[in-house]
């Protein structure tokens, strides 16, 4: 699995979409995420820092797996004026 910038996952997206509108299918799945491990988080939540979530994006075309890793806010407005 390739983590890209939400630029060129939104390109490489596109190309996917691309490929598969003779045949085929894309799955793009969301989830939120720390990319930090179960002890990490623990060790934070006991010292009484905060624990930032992101989005994880991640789209693959059976072949192909992409993901990025985003702010939930923004990008995810943007991502959904992109397909619709």
């Known amino acids: 699995m390739v983590l890209l910038q939400p630029d060129p996952f939104l390109n490489e ?10 045949k085929g299918s894309v799955w793009v799945t969301l989830k939120r995420s720390s990319l930090k491990s179960k002890v990490q ?5 006991t010292a009484g820092q905060p624990i930032e979530y992101r989005c994880l994006i991640r789209a693959t075309d059976g072949k ?16 959904f004026h992109f397909w619709f």
């Open 64 to 79: 192909k797996t992409i993901s990025t890793s985003v702010c939930p806010f923004p990008f995810c407005v943007r991502l």
């Open 41 to 45: 988080r623990n060790k934070m939540k």
């Open 13 to 22: 997206l596109t190309s996917m979409f691309e490929r598969s509108t003779e």
